[in-house]
C-alpha cells in the first residue's frame, strides 16, 4: 500500500481543515488506518484511528474536534479538523497497518504517507 497525504494548510485558531490520505494497491479495506503529527522538538503522536472494521478511536487532545473516516471504494481516510488551535500545529502524517491493533503505537503502522504540514495561528 502507497499513501498519499493532502489538505494541509495555515488557518487561524477556531477555524477548520480537511486532510486526505489516498491509498494506492489492493484490499485496501483490509487496512486499519491512522493519523499522527509530529509538532516542532515533539515526538510523533497519535491523533486518530479508523478500524478495518469502521470503529473509530481518537487522542483525547482531539476528540470532539477531530473526525476521522474512510471511503473504501475511493481508498481514501480523511481527517475533519475542527475548533483548530495553535497547538494542533504540526506535520500530519497517515498511516496503514493490517494487524488492527495497538492503534496508539507508530511502530505497529507498517505504511506511511508524506507528511502535510498544518498550521494554526492565535
Known amino acids: 500500500v502507497q499513501l498519499q497525504a493532502s489538505g494541509g494548510g495555515a488557518v487561524q485558531a477556531g477555524g477548520s481543515l480537511r486532510l486526505s490520505c489516498a491509498a494506492s494497491?489492493?484490499?485496501?479495506?483490509?487496512?486499519?488506518a491512522g493519523w499522527f503529527r509530529q509538532g516542532p522538538g515533539k515526538d510523533r503522536e497519535f491523533v486518530a484511528h479508523?478500524?478495518?472494521?469502521?470503529?473509530?478511536y481518537y487522542a483525547d487532545s482531539v476528540k470532539g474536534r477531530f473526525i476521522i473516516s474512510r471511503d473504501n471504494a475511493k481508498k481514501t481516510v480523511h481527517l475533519q479538523m475542527n475548533s483548530l488551535k495553535p497547538e494542533d500545529t504540526a506535520v500530519y502524517y497517515c498511516?496503514?497497518?493490517?494487524?488492527?491493533?495497538?492503534?496508539?503505537?507508530?511502530?505497529?503502522?507498517?505504511?506511511w504517507g508524506q507528511g502535510t504540514q498544518v498550521t494554526v495561528s492565535s
Open positions: 498511516a496503514a497497518q493490517m494487524v488492527g491493533k495497538d492503534y496508539w503505537r507508530p511502530n505497529v503502522y507498517g505504511y
Open positions: 494497491g489492493h484490499s485496501f479495506r483490509s487496512y486499519s
Open positions: 479508523v478500524h478495518w472494521s469502521g470503529n473509530t
